[in-house]
C-alpha cells in the first residue's frame, strides 16, 4: 500500500459514507462484512433479536480497571474500557483495517514523513449523564500529546512510540524533565508546538511531523498515546488532580459513558446519546462482571446471567462429548488472540547465585541444538491444552502475527513467511506442518557429539517457569516437559519452577529462565515492530534485552551465534530502510524473519484459540491487531439465541471469503 | 477509671504505631523493582526507574521516609493509591469498600450469635445426648472440611438448586448477599456453639451449681440464672472485637462471590506494590483490633462486676 | 540438758528421689490419662483410623500401578472415572489420580504435623517464660500483641516473594505465626496456677522452678495443649489450601492435598470424583484428630483423673 493510496482510499471511504448518511442506512464502515451488514439494528443472522443489555465478565484479579484516565495508562486492563469511552482519529474494522473515525480523510505525500488527517465536526465532549461539555476539536489531540510528553504531568506513560516517530517528542520529553515540578505541571502547549511536530492550523486540521519516514504511522492513531484531551477538562479539574480522577469527574467523547463502577464487582456502561456516529449500532447499557473467581463465567452463563462464557478444560470435554448436551450444538471457537507465541531461548542464563549456568549456554548457543528442539517438539498434545477439538487451529509457524500486514495483492505477510519457510499455508491434515522426527534426531546427535566436545554434560538442564497460582500454565507446563523430554531419552531435562508474582522481577530479570514463552501483540501495523525486538544490540530491542540476552554474550565464546545474530540485525534494518515501496518492504522484513526462524533463533509455538458459547458473533467485532480498540462495544451483531457450532463455520467461510 | 482508660489507650496507640511501622519497614524488604508494573520493568530503563523512586520517595533514607509517613499518619493521611486505584486517596479507596464487608460480616454475626449461642446452650443443657450429638458432629464437620470445599459445595447448591445469584450484585444486594453470608456464618455458628457449650459445661461442674442443685434450685433457673450468665463472660470478651473486624472482610468468601468488600484488598495491594494502601489497611486493622480488645474488657466487667479492669494486663 | 543445735537439724540438699519417696502414691499421671482415654471407645475407634490412614498411605503407594515420580501426561486418558485400572480415575492431564492423591495426602499430614508439633514446642516454652518468669511478662505480651495485629496474609506473602517457596519455608512461616495461640493459652494457665498455695509452698521448699513447671504445672497444660494441637490440624490443612488458592501455598514439587483441592474445584461440577477423594481424606485427617485430640484433652485433664 502506497500512501498515496491510502488517502485516495479514505477519500472515498468519506465520499461512500457522506452518501451512506444521505441514503439514511447502508454500512457505515464500507469495509465490514463479516455478518454485519445492516446498520443501526444490526439484526443477528441467526434469527434471535439483538441484544440491547449486555452482560460481559472479566477476572477481578488480573482485569480490573485502576485507572480512568487514558493517556496516563498502559495497561489493557484499562484501555479495554476506557477505548468506549473516548473518539480516536481513526479506527479499525472486523477485518483489521484502518477506517475513519473523527478523522475523516488522512494520508502523507512524503512517504510517511509528514501526515494529515481532517477532522469531522460536530464531535463533542459530555460528561457522565451525557450532557454537552465542549466540542472536540484538533486542539485536543495536541493537549493529549503534550500531557503524555511532559514528565511531571504523566510520568513517562505512553511516551514510547510517540517519542521513536514524532519529531521533537524526546526533545520536549527531556525538557520537562529538567524543569521542577511545578514549572512543568503549568506548562501550555506554547513551548511544545515549538518544539514537537505537531499543528493544528485550523480545529478541522491536524498535521504530525515524524522524525523518520513512517510510513506505518497512521496505524498509531487507535493507540491511547494519540488519543485527545480537553483543555476546558484540565482546567475544570486542576492539573494536579487530572490523575486520580473518577467515572463521574472524566469528560466523554466516545460511544459510552461509564455510569457505574463497582471495583471488583461490576462496571456499567451506557450509551452516549451525543456520540458522534448516528450509524453505529449500539448497546443499551454494556456491563461487564468482574469475578473473583474465574470458572463461574460457566455457571453464570448456563443462569442466563452473562452472555458469553469461556469454556474450562472439563466443561468443556463433557458439552463435546455429550450430543444430547443442551449446548452441544453451540460450541464455538473464538477468533486467535492477536498475540503470537514464542519459545525464546535465554542465551545467557544464570543460576540462582547469579553464576552463567555455563552448561545450558553452551547448548542454546549451538544451532543444532537450538533446531533438534525446533523440529522436535510434536506440540500438538500441548496445542490441545487450549482446543483439545482442534489442536492445530493453535498452529503457528511464524514470528509475526498473521492477519496483521497484507501485501498490495491480499496475501497475508505470515502466508509468505511460511511459504518461504516451506510448509504449505493451509493445514488440511491434523499433524503439525514443523514436526519431523527424523529430522530432529539427526540435529540431536550432531548436537551431542558436539556439544560434547565442547564439555557440556546431558542432560542438559532446561529451567521453565510458571505462575504458581495459574493452574492452566503448570498444566501446560508439565505436557511440554514431555513433549521435550521426548526429543531424545537423556538429552534435554525441563525443570518445571514457579514464580509468585512477577516473572520479570523474579525469573527473566535475573536471567533464570533457559527458555519462556511469551506472546508479542503489535503496537502499530508494521514488522518492525516484530523483529525490531529481537535486534542485536539495539536499545529498543525488547527481547533481546530482556529474554534471550543475547547483548550479553561473549562474541569469543558464541561467534556462530552472534554472527547469525548480526546477519539478521542487518537484514532487518535493510527492511526497515525501505519506504517508498510497501511491498518491498515487508518483503525484505520476510526474508529477514525467514532467516531468523531457520536459524531456530526463536521457536514459534502457538496461537491461543480457545472455546466458548456466546450471544455475540465475534467476526462483528473490530479486530484491533494494534492500538487499544479490542474492546470497543460498537457495531457489535448480538442475539438472543445463542450462535451455533454452524454460524460460526459459516462467519469463518463468508470472513476468509 | 478514666486514668486507667487514658493509660489504655496511650498503651494501645503505641501498640498501633510500632504495628505501623512494623509493617512500614516489612514492606520496603520488598525490592524497588516491585514498584513497576511488569512492562515498566521492562520498558524503562535504570535511569528512568531511578527517576520514578526518586520522584516517589522511595530512595530517600529509610528515617525520613518513616517520619514523613508518621506526619502524615498524625493528619489521618495515608496518601494516594498508586495501582488500586491510581491517585485516588487510600481513605476513600478503603471507605468504598468496608461498607460492604461490614454489612456481610455483621448480618453473618448476628446470625451466628443467633443460632450459634441457643445451639451450645442446647448442647450443654443435654450434655451427652441426642442434640449435643447432633451439635458435635455439626461443629465437628465444619471445621474438619476446608473453607475452599464447602464454599464451593455452598455455591453450587445455592446457584443451581435455589437458584440464587452467584455473584455478589450491588443492584440486588439483598438476595445476592445470601450465599456469602451462608458461607460466613456458617464457620461462626460452629465457633459459638462450640466455647458456648464448652464453658457451660465448665461452669456446670462448679460447687456452687452443685450446691444450687442440692438446695433444690431447678434446672432451668440454675442454667439461666447461673451457667449461662456467668459462661457468658468468656465469650462476651471477644464479640465487640469480632464486630469490629467484619470491616477487614473475609479474604475467601469475598473472592469467591466477587463482594466489592475489604477482604481481597490488602493481598492485591500487596501484589501490586500499592504501599499505600497496604499500610492503610493494617493501620486500621490494628487499631479496630486494638479497641475491640478493650471493649471486650469493659463488655467482661459489665457482666461480671467482680472484674475490675484496673490494674490489669492487656492480653488475657 | 543442752543439745547442740546441730545434732538436732542438719541441712539436706535436695535430693529428687527422696522427694518423690514423700509424697509418693499410687498414682502415676501419663497411665491415668491413658486408662481414661481407653475409657472412649469411640475416640480409640477415631486414633484406630488415622493411623490406619496413615500407614495405608503408604502402602496406597506401593500398591498403586504408577509410580507418582514417573507420571506422564496422556490427553487421551484424561478424565477417566475411577475403574479397575485407574482406581480413582485420571486427572485433566491423564494422569493417575489414586498416587497422586496418596502422595499429596502424606505432604499434607507432614506438614500438619511438623507444624502442629512445632507450634507446641514453641508455644509451650514461650508460654511457660511468659506466664512465668515476671519480667518477661510486657515485652512478650507486646511482641503478641504486634505479631497478632499484623495480618498473616501480609507476612505469608512477604515470604513467598522474598524467601520462596517450599516445605521448609511454609514450615517454618507457618509455625513462626501459629504459636501465638498456643503461648497465650499457656501462659494464661501458668499465671492462674503459678501462685496457688501447693506451688508457693513448693517454692519455698526449695524446690527448683524447672521442677515446678514440670511435675506441678505441666499436667494442667497438657489438656489445653492437645486440644490446641487437635485444632491445629484441620488449620494447618485449611490454611494450607487458602494459601494454594492465593499462588502462596508450596511449590509444584510437593502437592499437596490444598492444592489437589484448588484444582478440583475448576472441574467438580463435571468429575465430581477429583474433589470427592481428597475431600473425603482430608475431612477424614481432621475429624479423627479434632476427637481423638478432644478425648485425649479429657483424659488429660487431672482433674478428671480422681
Same mark, same amino acid.
Given at each position: 500500500?502506497?500512501?498515496?493510496?491510502?488517502?485516495?482510499?479514505?477519500?472515498?471511504?468519506?465520499?461512500?459514507?457522506?452518501?451512506?448518511?444521505?441514503?439514511?442506512?447502508?454500512?457505515?464502515?464500507?469495509?465490514?462484512?463479516?455478518?454485519?451488514?445492516?446498520?443501526?439494528?444490526?439484526?443477528?443472522?441467526?434469527?434471535?433479536?439483538?441484544?440491547?443489555?449486555?452482560?460481559?465478565?472479566?477476572?477481578?484479579?488480573?482485569?480490573?480497571?485502576?485507572?480512568?484516565?487514558?493517556?496516563?495508562?498502559?495497561?489493557?486492563?484499562?484501555?479495554?474500557?476506557?477505548?468506549?469511552?473516548?473518539?480516536?482519529?481513526?479506527?479499525?474494522?472486523?477485518?483489521?483495517?484502518?477506517?475513519?473515525?473523527?478523522?475523516?480523510?488522512?494520508?502523507?505525500? !512524503?512517504?510517511?514523513?509528514?501526515?494529515?488527517?481532517?477532522?469531522?465536526?460536530?464531535?463533542?465532549?459530555?460528561?457522565?449523564?451525557?450532557?454537552?461539555?465542549?466540542?472536540?476539536?484538533?486542539? !485536543?489531540?495536541?493537549?493529549?500529546?503534550?500531557? +503524555?510528553?511532559?514528565?511531571?504531568?504523566?510520568?513517562?506513560?505512553?511516551?514510547?512510540?510517540?517519542?521513536?516517530?514524532?519529531?521533537?517528542?524526546?526533545?520536549?520529553?527531556?525538557?520537562? %524533565?529538567? /524543569?521542577?515540578?511545578?514549572?512543568?505541571?503549568?506548562?501550555?502547549?506554547?513551548?511544545?508546538?515549538?518544539? +514537537?511536530?505537531?499543528?493544528?492550523?485550523?480545529?478541522?486540521?491536524?498535521?504530525?511531523?515524524?522524525?523518520?519516514?513512517?510510513?506505518?504511522?497512521?496505524?498509531?492513531?487507535?493507540?491511547?498515546?494519540?488519543?485527545?484531551?480537553?483543555?476546558?477538562?484540565?482546567?475544570?479539574?486542576?492539573?494536579?488532580?487530572?490523575?486520580?480522577?473518577?467515572?463521574?469527574?472524566?469528560?466523554?467523547?466516545?460511544?459510552?459513558?461509564?455510569?457505574?463502577?463497582?471495583?471488583?464487582?461490576?462496571?456499567?456502561?451506557? %450509551?452516549?446519546?451525543?456520540?458522534?456516529?448516528?450509524?453505529?449500532?449500539?448497546?443499551?447499557?454494556?456491563?461487564?462482571?468482574?469475578?473473583?473467581?474465574?470458572?463461574?463465567?460457566?455457571? /453464570?452463563?448456563?443462569?442466563?446471567?452473562?452472555?458469553?462464557?469461556?469454556?474450562?478444560?472439563?466443561?468443556?470435554?463433557?458439552?463435546?462429548?455429550?450430543?444430547?448436551?443442551?449446548?452441544?450444538?453451540?460450541?464455538?471457537?473464538?477468533?486467535?488472540?492477536?498475540?503470537?507465541?514464542?519459545?525464546?531461548?535465554?542465551?545467557?542464563?544464570?543460576?540462582?547465585?547469579?553464576?552463567?549456568?555455563?552448561?545450558?549456554?553452551?547448548?542454546?548457543?549451538?544451532?543444532?541444538?537450538?533446531?533438534?528442539?525446533?523440529?522436535?517438539?510434536?506440540?500438538?498434545?500441548?496445542?490441545?491444552?487450549?482446543?483439545?477439538?482442534?489442536?492445530?487451529?493453535?498452529?503457528?509457524?511464524?514470528?509475526?502475527?498473521?492477519? /496483521?500486514?497484507?501485501?498490495?495483492?491480499?496475501?497475508?505477510? +505470515?502466508?509468505?513467511?511460511?511459504?518461504?519457510?516451506?510448509?504449505?499455508?493451509?493445514?488440511?491434515? !491434523?499433524?503439525?506442518?514443523?514436526?519431523?522426527?527424523?529430522?530432529?534426531?539427526?540435529?540431536?546427535?550432531?548436537?551431542?557429539?558436539?556439544?560434547?566436545?565442547?564439555?557440556?554434560?546431558?542432560?542438559?538442564?532446561? !529451567?521453565?517457569?510458571?505462575?504458581?497460582?495459574?493452574? &492452566?500454565?503448570?498444566?501446560?507446563?508439565?505436557?511440554?516437559?514431555?513433549?521435550?523430554?521426548?526429543?531424545?531419552?537423556?538429552?534435554?531435562?525441563?525443570?518445571?519452577?514457579?514464580?509468585?508474582?512477577?516473572?520479570?522481577?523474579?525469573?527473566?530479570?535475573?536471567? /533464570?529462565?533457559?527458555?519462556?514463552?511469551?506472546?508479542?501483540?503489535?503496537?502499530?501495523?508494521?514488522?518492525?515492530?516484530?523483529?525490531?525486538?529481537?535486534?542485536?544490540?539495539?536499545?529498543?530491542?525488547?527481547?533481546?534485552?530482556?529474554?534471550?540476552?543475547?547483548?550479553?554474550?561473549?562474541?569469543?565464546?558464541?561467534?556462530?551465534?552472534?554472527?547469525?545474530?548480526?546477519?539478521?540485525?542487518?537484514?532487518?534494518? &535493510?527492511?526497515?530502510?525501505?519506504?517508498?515501496?510497501?511491498?518491498?518492504?515487508?518483503?525484505?522484513?520476510?526474508?529477514?524473519? +525467514?532467516?531468523?526462524?531457520?536459524?531456530?533463533?526463536?521457536?514459534?509455538?502457538?496461537?491461543?484459540?480457545?472455546?466458548?458459547?456466546?450471544?455475540?458473533?465475534?467476526?462483528?467485532?473490530?479486530?484491533?491487531?494494534?492500538?487499544?480498540?479490542?474492546?470497543?462495544?460498537?457495531?457489535?451483531?448480538?442475539?438472543?439465541? &445463542?450462535?451455533?457450532?454452524?454460524?460460526?463455520?459459516?462467519?469463518?467461510?463468508?470472513?476468509?471469503? | 477509671?478514666?486514668?486507667?482508660?487514658?493509660?489504655?489507650?496511650?498503651?494501645?496507640?503505641?501498640?498501633?504505631?510500632?504495628?505501623?511501622?512494623?509493617?512500614?519497614?516489612?514492606?520496603?524488604?520488598?525490592?524497588?523493582?516491585?514498584?513497576?508494573?511488569?512492562?515498566?520493568?521492562?520498558?524503562?530503563?535504570?535511569?528512568?526507574?531511578?527517576?520514578?523512586?526518586?520522584?516517589?520517595?522511595?530512595?530517600?533514607?529509610?528515617?525520613?521516609?518513616?517520619?514523613?509517613?508518621?506526619?502524615?499518619?498524625?493528619?489521618?493521611?495515608?496518601?494516594?493509591?498508586?495501582?488500586?486505584?491510581?491517585?485516588?486517596?487510600?481513605?476513600?479507596?478503603?471507605?468504598? $469498600?468496608?461498607?460492604?464487608?461490614? $454489612?456481610?460480616?455483621?448480618?453473618?454475626?448476628?446470625?451466628?450469635?443467633?443460632?450459634?449461642?441457643?445451639?451450645?446452650?442446647?448442647?450443654?443443657?443435654?450434655?451427652?445426648?441426642?442434640?449435643?450429638?447432633?451439635?458435635?458432629?455439626?461443629?465437628?464437620?465444619?471445621?474438619?472440611?476446608?473453607?475452599?470445599?464447602?464454599?464451593?459445595?455452598?455455591?453450587?447448591?445455592?446457584?443451581?438448586?435455589?437458584?440464587?445469584?452467584?455473584?455478589?450484585?450491588?443492584?440486588?444486594?439483598?438476595?445476592?448477599?445470601?450465599?456469602?453470608?451462608?458461607?460466613?456464618?456458617?464457620?461462626?455458628?460452629?465457633?459459638?456453639?462450640?466455647?458456648?457449650? $464448652?464453658?457451660?459445661?465448665?461452669?456446670?461442674?462448679?460447687?456452687?451449681?452443685?450446691?444450687?442443685?442440692?438446695?433444690?434450685?431447678?434446672?432451668?433457673?440454675?442454667?439461666?440464672?447461673?451457667?449461662?450468665?456467668?459462661?457468658?463472660?468468656?465469650?462476651?470478651?471477644?464479640?465487640?472485637?469480632?464486630?469490629?473486624?467484619?470491616?477487614?472482610?473475609?479474604?475467601?468468601?469475598?473472592?469467591?462471590?466477587?463482594?466489592?468488600?475489604?477482604?481481597?484488598?490488602?493481598?492485591?495491594?500487596?501484589?501490586?506494590?500499592?504501599?499505600?494502601?497496604?499500610?492503610?489497611?493494617?493501620?486500621?486493622?490494628?487499631?479496630?483490633?486494638?479497641?475491640?480488645?478493650?471493649?471486650?474488657?469493659?463488655?467482661?466487667?459489665?457482666?461480671?462486676?467482680?472484674?475490675?479492669?484496673?490494674?490489669?494486663?492487656?492480653?488475657? | 540438758?543442752?543439745?547442740?543445735?546441730?545434732?538436732?537439724?542438719?541441712?539436706?540438699?535436695?535430693?529428687?528421689?527422696?522427694?518423690?519417696?514423700?509424697?509418693?502414691?499410687?498414682?502415676?499421671?501419663?497411665?491415668?490419662?491413658?486408662?481414661?482415654?481407653?475409657?472412649?471407645?469411640?475416640?480409640?475407634?477415631?486414633?484406630?483410623?488415622?493411623?490406619?490412614?496413615?500407614?495405608?498411605?503408604?502402602?496406597?503407594?506401593?500398591?498403586?500401578?504408577?509410580?507418582?515420580?514417573?507420571?506422564?501426561?496422556?490427553?487421551?486418558?484424561?478424565?477417566?472415572?475411577?475403574?479397575?485400572?485407574?482406581?480413582?480415575?485420571?486427572?485433566?492431564?491423564?494422569?493417575?489420580?489414586?498416587?497422586?492423591?496418596?502422595?499429596?495426602?502424606?505432604?499434607?499430614?507432614?506438614?500438619?504435623?511438623?507444624?502442629?508439633?512445632?507450634?507446641?514446642?514453641?508455644?509451650?516454652?514461650?508460654?511457660?517464660?511468659?506466664?512465668?518468669?515476671?519480667?518477661?511478662?510486657?515485652?512478650?505480651?507486646?511482641?503478641?500483641?504486634?505479631?497478632?495485629?499484623?495480618?498473616?496474609?501480609?507476612?505469608?506473602?512477604?515470604?513467598?516473594?522474598?524467601?520462596?517457596?517450599?516445605?521448609?519455608?511454609?514450615?517454618?512461616?507457618?509455625?513462626?505465626?501459629?504459636?501465638?495461640?498456643?503461648?497465650?493459652?499457656?501462659?494464661?494457665?501458668?499465671?492462674?496456677?503459678?501462685?496457688?498455695?501447693?506451688?508457693?509452698?513448693?517454692?519455698?521448699?526449695?524446690?527448683?522452678?524447672?521442677?515446678?513447671?514440670?511435675?506441678?504445672?505441666?499436667?494442667?497444660?497438657?489438656?489445653?495443649?492437645?486440644?490446641?494441637?487437635?485444632?491445629?490440624?484441620?488449620?494447618?490443612?485449611?490454611?494450607?489450601?487458602?494459601?494454594?488458592?492465593?499462588?502462596?501455598?508450596?511449590?509444584?514439587?510437593?502437592?499437596?492435598?490444598?492444592?489437589?483441592?484448588?484444582?478440583?474445584?475448576?472441574?467438580?461440577?463435571?468429575?465430581?470424583?477429583?474433589?470427592?477423594?481428597?475431600?473425603?481424606?482430608?475431612?477424614?485427617?481432621?475429624?479423627?484428630?479434632?476427637?481423638?485430640?478432644?478425648?485425649?484433652?479429657?483424659?488429660?485433664?487431672?482433674?478428671?483423673?480422681?
Amino acid at each position: 500500500m502506497k500512501a498515496k493510496r491510502i488517502k485516495m482510499l479514505s477519500l472515498a471511504l468519506a465520499a461512500t459514507m457522506l452518501l451512506a448518511a444521505c441514503g439514511g442506512g447502508g454500512g457505515k464502515t464500507p469495509a465490514n462484512n463479516g455478518g454485519n451488514s445492516g446498520s443501526g439494528s444490526n439484526a443477528p443472522s441467526n434469527g434471535g433479536e439483538p441484544i440491547k443489555e449486555i452482560v460481559l465478565w472479566e477476572a477481578s484479579g488480573t482485569r480490573e480497571l485502576e485507572n480512568f484516565f487514558i493517556q496516563n495508562t498502559e495497561q489493557a486492563k484499562d484501555l479495554n474500557v476506557l477505548c468506549n469511552a473516548y473518539a480516536p482519529l481513526l479506527e479499525i474494522d472486523n477485518k483489521g483495517v484502518l477506517q475513519p473515525a473523527v478523522a475523516t480523510e488522512w494520508g502523507s505525500e !512524503d512517504d510517511g514523513l509528514t501526515w494529515t488527517f481532517k477532522l469531522r465536526d460536530g464531535v463533542t465532549w459530555v460528561d457522565v449523564n451525557g450532557n454537552y461539555k465542549a466540542d472536540l476539536t484538533a486542539q !485536543d489531540w495536541v493537549t493529549g500529546l503534550e500531557w +503524555v510528553l511532559n514528565y511531571h504531568k504523566n510520568a513517562g506513560n505512553n511516551t514510547s512510540m510517540p517519542i521513536a516517530m514524532i519529531a521533537g517528542a524526546g526533545e520536549y520529553y527531556e525538557y520537562t %524533565k529538567e /524543569l521542577e515540578a511545578a514549572e512543568a505541571m503549568a506548562l501550555d502547549t506554547t513551548k511544545f508546538l515549538e518544539m +514537537v511536530g505537531i499543528e493544528s492550523p485550523d480545529k478541522n486540521t491536524l498535521i504530525y511531523h515524524c522524525s523518520k519516514n513512517a510510513p506505518y504511522f497512521d496505524t498509531v492513531a487507535t493507540s491511547a498515546c494519540l488519543y485527545p484531551l480537553s483543555q476546558a477538562l484540565i482546567d475544570e479539574l486542576g492539573v494536579d488532580n487530572m490523575v486520580g480522577m473518577s467515572n463521574e469527574q472524566m469528560w466523554y467523547s466516545g460511544p459510552y459513558t461509564i455510569t457505574s463502577y463497582i471495583m471488583n464487582n461490576e462496571k456499567v456502561l451506557t %450509551k452516549n446519546p451525543a456520540y458522534w456516529d448516528k450509524d453505529a449500532s449500539l448497546f443499551d447499557t454494556v456491563t461487564i462482571r468482574m469475578m473473583g473467581d474465574t470458572n463461574l463465567d460457566d455457571q /453464570l452463563y448456563e443462569t442466563g446471567e452473562v452472555d458469553q462464557c469461556d469454556l474450562e478444560e472439563s466443561n468443556l470435554r463433557a458439552i463435546y462429548e455429550d450430543e444430547n448436551h443442551e449446548f452441544h450444538d453451540q460450541l464455538v471457537e473464538k477468533r486467535p488472540r492477536k498475540y503470537s507465541y514464542q519459545m525464546h531461548f535465554n542465551f545467557n542464563k544464570l543460576d540462582a547465585q547469579g553464576n552463567p549456568d555455563v552448561n545450558w549456554n553452551t547448548a542454546a548457543a549451538n544451532e543444532n541444538f537450538r533446531k533438534s528442539i525446533y523440529y522436535g517438539m510434536d506440540l500438538t498434545a500441548r496445542w490441545a491444552r487450549d482446543n483439545f477439538i482442534y489442536p492445530t487451529h493453535c498452529e503457528n509457524l511464524a514470528y509475526t502475527m498473521k492477519g /496483521l500486514l497484507y501485501f498490495s495483492d491480499g496475501t497475508d505477510y +505470515v502466508d509468505k513467511v511460511i511459504e518461504q519457510l516451506g510448509y504449505p499455508t493451509t493445514n488440511t491434515t !491434523d499433524a503439525p506442518r514443523r514436526y519431523d522426527a527424523n529430522k530432529a534426531a539427526e540435529y540431536r546427535d550432531k548436537a551431542i557429539e558436539e556439544l560434547t566436545a565442547q564439555g557440556v554434560t546431558f542432560p542438559v538442564e532446561m !529451567d521453565y517457569y510458571v505462575l504458581a497460582r495459574n493452574q &492452566a500454565a503448570q498444566d501446560a507446563a508439565t505436557v511440554l516437559q514431555n513433549i521435550i523430554e521426548s526429543i531424545g531419552d537423556n538429552y534435554i531435562k525441563v525443570n518445571i519452577k514457579t514464580y509468585v508474582a512477577s516473572l520479570t522481577k523474579e525469573v527473566t530479570g535475573p536471567q /533464570l529462565h533457559s527458555v519462556n514463552n511469551s506472546g508479542w501483540g503489535a503496537d502499530y501495523g508494521d514488522p518492525e515492530n516484530f523483529l525490531g525486538q529481537e535486534l542485536y544490540q539495539d536499545d529498543g530491542a525488547y527481547y533481546s534485552n530482556k529474554y534471550s540476552y543475547i547483548n550479553k554474550v561473549d562474541e569469543a565464546e558464541a561467534p556462530e551465534l552472534i554472527a547469525t545474530y548480526k546477519e539478521f540485525t542487518e537484514m532487518a534494518k &535493510a527492511a526497515a530502510a525501505i519506504c517508498d515501496d510497501m511491498d518491498a518492504r515487508y518483503q525484505a522484513y520476510v526474508d529477514a524473519e +525467514v532467516y531468523f526462524l531457520e536459524h531456530a533463533l526463536t521457536i514459534p509455538f502457538n496461537y491461543e484459540v480457545v472455546w466458548q458459547l456466546t450471544h455475540v458473533n465475534d467476526y462483528s467485532k473490530m479486530e484491533a491487531m494494534y492500538g487499544c480498540q479490542t474492546y470497543t462495544y460498537k457495531n457489535w451483531e448480538t442475539s438472543t439465541e &445463542a450462535y451455533t457450532t454452524a454460524d460460526y463455520e459459516g462467519f469463518l467461510a463468508d470472513f476468509n471469503s | 477509671m478514666i486514668k486507667y482508660t487514658i493509660k489504655r489507650l496511650l498503651q494501645s496507640l503505641l501498640t498501633v504505631l510500632v504495628v505501623a511501622t512494623i509493617v512500614f519497614l516489612l514492606l520496603r524488604m520488598l525490592p524497588n523493582e516491585y514498584y513497576f508494573t511488569e512492562d515498566q520493568v521492562n520498558k524503562l530503563s535504570e535511569e528512568e526507574k531511578n527517576e520514578r523512586l526518586r520522584a516517589a520517595g522511595l530512595l530517600d533514607p529509610i528515617g525520613e521516609q518513616l517520619l514523613r509517613y508518621y506526619g502524615g499518619l498524625v493528619r489521618f493521611d495515608f496518601g494516594d493509591s498508586r495501582r488500586i486505584q491510581t491517585g485516588v486517596p487510600v481513605l476513600k479507596v478503603i471507605s468504598e $469498600r468496608f461498607m460492604v464487608s461490614m $454489612r456481610l460480616g455483621v448480618s453473618a454475626l448476628l446470625i451466628a450469635l443467633a443460632i450459634g449461642i441457643p445451639l451450645g446452650i442446647l448442647q450443654a443443657m443435654n450434655k451427652d445426648k441426642i442434640p449435643d450429638h447432633i451439635g458435635t458432629a455439626y461443629t465437628v464437620f465444619i471445621n474438619a472440611v476446608p473453607p475452599l470445599v464447602s464454599y464451593s459445595l455452598i455455591l453450587v447448591f445455592g446457584a443451581h438448586v435455589l437458584g440464587l445469584p452467584s455473584l455478589y450484585s450491588t443492584r440486588r444486594p439483598g438476595i445476592s448477599s445470601i450465599l456469602p453470608i451462608a458461607c460466613l456464618s456458617l464457620a461462626s455458628i460452629a465457633h459459638y456453639a462450640l466455647w458456648t457449650r $464448652r464453658y457451660m459445661v465448665d461452669e456446670m461442674n462448679k460447687d456452687y451449681i452443685r450446691l444450687a442443685r442440692i438446695k433444690g434450685m431447678s434446672n432451668r433457673n440454675i442454667m439461666i440464672r447461673h451457667v449461662l450468665k456467668n459462661a457468658f463472660v468468656p465469650l462476651a470478651q471477644y464479640i465487640p472485637a469480632s464486630f469490629l473486624l467484619t470491616i477487614s472482610g473475609s479474604l475467601l468468601a469475598e473472592r469467591f462471590f466477587s463482594t466489592p468488600g475489604m477482604g481481597p484488598l490488602l493481598t492485591d495491594a500487596i501484589s501490586r506494590y500499592d504501599l499505600n494502601v497496604v499500610q492503610g489497611c493494617v493501620v486500621i486493622y490494628a487499631t479496630l483490633g486494638v479497641i475491640g480488645v478493650f471493649l471486650g474488657d469493659v463488655l467482661m466487667m459489665i457482666f461480671d462486676p467482680r472484674i475490675r479492669l484496673v490494674g490489669k494486663g492487656e492480653t488475657r | 540438758m543442752s543439745h547442740n543445735q546441730d545434732e538436732l537439724f542438719r541441712l539436706v540438699d535436695y535430693s529428687a528421689d527422696a522427694a518423690e519417696r514423700i509424697g509418693y502414691s499410687n498414682y502415676s499421671y501419663w497411665r491415668s490419662v491413658l486408662q481414661n482415654f481407653l475409657k472412649k471407645k469411640s475416640a480409640v475407634v477415631m486414633a484406630g483410623v488415622f493411623f490406619f490412614l496413615v500407614i495405608f498411605s503408604f502402602i496406597a503407594l506401593a500398591i498403586s500401578k504408577y509410580d507418582y515420580a514417573t507420571l506422564v501426561p496422556e490427553s487421551s486418558l484424561a478424565f477417566i472415572e475411577p475403574n479397575s485400572e485407574y482406581w480413582f480415575g485420571t486427572d485433566n492431564l491423564g494422569r493417575d489420580y489414586w498416587c497422586q492423591v496418596w502422595y499429596a495426602a502424606q505432604t499434607s499430614i507432614k506438614l500438619a504435623l511438623i507444624v502442629a508439633l512445632g507450634e507446641c514446642v514453641v508455644g509451650l516454652i514461650i508460654g511457660c517464660l511468659w506466664g512465668y518468669v515476671r519480667v518477661l511478662d510486657r515485652p512478650l505480651t507486646e511482641v503478641y500483641n504486634i505479631i497478632n495485629n499484623v495480618p498473616n496474609i501480609i507476612y505469608m506473602t512477604l515470604i513467598a516473594l522474598l524467601v520462596g517457596q517450599s516445605f521448609t519455608i511454609m514450615a517454618v512461616a507457618m509455625i513462626a505465626f501459629g504459636w501465638l495461640i498456643m503461648a497465650r493459652n499457656v501462659r494464661n494457665l501458668v499465671l492462674m496456677y503459678r501462685d496457688r498455695e501447693y506451688n508457693l509452698a513448693s517454692r519455698c521448699l526449695g524446690t527448683p522452678v524447672r521442677r515446678v513447671l514440670t511435675k506441678n504445672i505441666f499436667p494442667y497444660l497438657v489438656s489445653v495443649v492437645i486440644l490446641r494441637l487437635a485444632l491445629s490440624i484441620p488449620g494447618t490443612i485449611a490454611l494450607e489450601s487458602t494459601l494454594s488458592y492465593l499462588g502462596l501455598g508450596l511449590g509444584l514439587e510437593t502437592p499437596s492435598l490444598g492444592v489437589l483441592l484448588r484444582n478440583a474445584r475448576n472441574s467438580f461440577l463435571d468429575e465430581p470424583y477429583l474433589l470427592i477423594f481428597p475431600a473425603v481424606i482430608v475431612s477424614l485427617i481432621t475429624i479423627t484428630f479434632y476427637l481423638v485430640g478432644n478425648a485425649f484433652s479429657d483424659a488429660a485433664d487431672p482433674r478428671n483423673h480422681v
